[in-house]
């Protein structure tokens, strides 16, 4: 299958600060991808569809303006955690859409933020 | 509000058994259904995935049943393994790729 990779896979920050998290399509040009958050034992809820070289479109309730997400290129997008606060930490996943395999979404392993 | 419901919230099968997770939904915009397995600390990995013009499908030990009529959906997991313990989450996807997941289930297989 295709592969996403999520860099960092786990990081640590003071509260106040931003994070920054990578999700790149290895070997396929993602023109969609997404971002997820998941609280731990609990299901994975989408926050924001990103599009390459367009605004992120972001679901209710999610602060545009505490989670920047940037779609550079066909194969890179980033979450920007902005003034981190300790309820933010949680683990961010991204996926990716390619062409093939009718509409199978691809997932990175994760980034673990813990906000202390 | 949670568009795919999923049950049960956890369950615990002998290796060999056949554990049963079962789906529905109401969107019927929804036209792909796909079942992912998650092991703590690592993304989800898509483990099969069905249409609504199909009504069983068959991947290795995994079966997805499919009733359109009803908007349920169940992944069945053959001989059950140890290392199929995992939280295992069904899910269901419009055209514009938006996945709605399920709250998940997590399978203990006991050796």
């Known amino acids: 299958g295709a592969v996403v990779s999520q860099h960092p896979s786990w990081v640590i920050c003071k509260s106040g600060t931003s994070v920054k998290i990578e999700c790149r399509s290895l070997?396929?040009?993602?023109?969609?991808m997404f971002w997820y958050r998941q609280f731990p034992k609990q299901s994975l809820m989408l926050m924001a569809t990103?599009?390459?070289?367009?605004?992120?479109?972001?679901e209710q309730g999610v602060e545009k303006d505490k989670f920047l997400i940037n779609h550079a290129s066909l194969t890179l997008s980033t979450l920007t955690v902005t003034s981190a606060h300790p309820e933010d930490s949680s683990f961010y996943i991204c996926?990716?859409?390619?062409?093939?395999?009718?509409?199978?979404?691809?997932f990175g392993e994760g980034s673990r933020l813990t906000v202390l | 509000q949670q568009q795919v419901k999923q049950s049960p919230q956890s369950l615990i099968v002998q290796k060999g058994g056949i554990p049963i997770i079962n789906c529905a939904y109401e969107?019927?915009?929804?036209?792909?259904f796909p079942w992912y397995q998650q092991f703590p600390g690592k993304g989800p990995a898509l483990l099969i995935a069905?249409?609504?013009?199909?009504s069983e499908k068959k991947e290795g030990r995994f079966t997805i049943s499919f009733n359109k009529s009803a908007k349920q959906f169940s992944l069945h997991i053959m001989d059950s393994q140890p290392g199929d313990s995992a939280t295992y989450f069904c899910?269901?996807?419009?055209?514009?790729?938006?996945?709605?997941f399920g709250a998940g289930t997590t399978v203990t297989v006991r050796a």
């Open positions: 996926s990716a859409s390619s062409s093939r395999g009718a509409g199978e979404l691809f």
């Open positions: 069905i249409r609504p013009d199909v």
């Open positions: 070997d396929f040009q993602a023109t969609t």
């Open positions: 990103s599009n390459e070289g367009s605004k992120a479109t972001y």
């Open positions: 969107n019927t915009a929804f036209d792909y």
């Open positions: 899910a269901a996807s419009r055209p514009d790729y938006k996945l709605s």
